[in-house]
């Protein structure tokens, strides 16, 4: 992302995670993903998403060495 705001509209946070504008308003409803109102507007700071990144990723890491183990405790 050439312009590396701090603060980010829907359009542009939508680019910078990879997921259409639809689906980032769907995680915001569902409040699964950081973000805030400007007036009437959502807006989403770089740095919470990359924090909010961060955690599902680590997630992510986790369940599967889980899942790992547990398959490997099976046999």
Known sequence: ??????VMNIRQAS???GVSPDTLYKYVNEQKI???????RWRF??????QWMEEKSSESEFKSKKAKAAGQAAT
């Open 1 to 6: 992302m050439a312009d590396s705001r701090e």
């Open 45 to 50: 700071k770089k740095s919470k998403l990359d």
């Open 15 to 17: 680019q910078y995670l």
């Open 34 to 40: 950081p973000a805030f109102k400007l007036g009437n």
